[in-house]
């Protein structure tokens, strides 16, 4: 199994910068996929940059591609995700996740596709 932890949310203005940590433990060495993803109330979860932690190929989806970058620091076992140039549309729940598959094809963003979930971290964007 692998533990998740975020990190980094906060309250900033648009336009500004956050940058969201997550945390892995327990059996890090068994996961494929890294991802983030966010949720609003009333809202499904939504996904927004995945990783294969073994080619270092990243997912976008379209809304955030150029603002926000995933990224991994393998000897302390975190994701990253930096958040720049925020909206107020960015305010949600942000989310890691973890998956063991070697392969993927699609779905890269679904969040079915992922086993291991953090507590997630409030981000809230103002005008």
């Known amino acids: 199994q692998v533990q998740l932890m975020e990190s980094g949310g906060g309250s900033v203005q648009a336009g500004g910068s956050l940058r969201l940590s997550c945390q892995a433990s327990?059996?890090?060495?068994?996961?494929?996929?890294a991802a983030w993803f966010r949720q609003t109330p009333g809202s499904q979860r939504e996904g927004l940059a995945s990783?294969?932690?073994?080619?270092?190929?990243?997912v976008y989806a379209d809304h955030v591609k150029g603002r926000f970058t995933i990224s991994r620091n393998v000897a302390k076992a975190t994701y990253t995700l930096q958040m720049n140039s925020l909206k107020p549309e960015d305010t949600a729940v942000y989310y890691c996740?973890?998956?063991?598959?070697?392969?993927?094809?699609?779905?890269?963003?679904?969040?079915?596709?992922?086993?291991?979930w953090g507590q997630g971290t409030q981000v809230t964007v103002s005008s």
């Open positions: 327990g059996n890090t060495g068994t996961v494929g996929y």
């Open positions: 996740a973890t998956n063991p598959l070697v392969r993927m094809v699609d779905g890269f963003l679904v969040p079915t596709l992922y086993d291991y």
């Open positions: 990783l294969n932690t073994r080619t270092n190929t990243t």
